[in-house]
């Protein structure tokens, strides 16, 4: 992999998805996206997961399975995207504008970021319904 490596978190609790509102950079604000971030060098992803929700969410997490394979973004990084349950916390917008547990069926209800939208698919099926 040559581009820089961001990881999120689908954050599920009682088959609900947690979405998270950007506040910046400007040309991102307001669009939705799974909580992460970029992976420091020398650092696992999981861990760089983990860390990037207690920092902008306030939680532990427990990192399950990843969500498919290299999701390209449009800055030429890569996102990779794990399913995860809180393992201690409430989320709390920290580093976001707003945050949002999403039904099933509410999925498509906000503005996700054009990036995130393949991955909402393929977590779409995973969801009970």
């Known amino acids: 992999m040559t581009g820089r490596l961001v990881v999120g978190a689908a954050i599920v609790e009682d088959g609900r998805l947690l979405a998270a509102q950007r506040s910046a950079p400007p ?3 307001g669009g939705w996206e ?3 971030g970029k992976v420091d060098p020398g ?15 306030g ?8 969500v498919g394979g290299d999701w390209p ?7 990779r995207v794990w399913l995860a349950e809180l393992a201690a916390g409430v989320p709390r917008p920290i580093e976001h504008l707003a945050l949002r547990w999403l039904e099933p069926h509410e999925l498509y209800d906000v503005a996700w970021l054009p ?8 977590i779409e099926t995973l969801l009970p319904r």
């Open 27 to 29: 040309e991102l604000r």
């Open 34 to 36: 799974f909580p992460g």
């Open 43 to 57: 650092e696992d992803e999981r861990a760089a997961l983990v860390r990037e929700c207690a920092e902008e969410l």
């Open 59 to 66: 939680v532990d997490i427990v990192v399950s399975r990843r």
């Open 73 to 79: 973004l449009p800055n030429g990084a890569v996102m």
């Open 115 to 122: 990036a995130d939208l393949p991955v909402v698919a393929a």
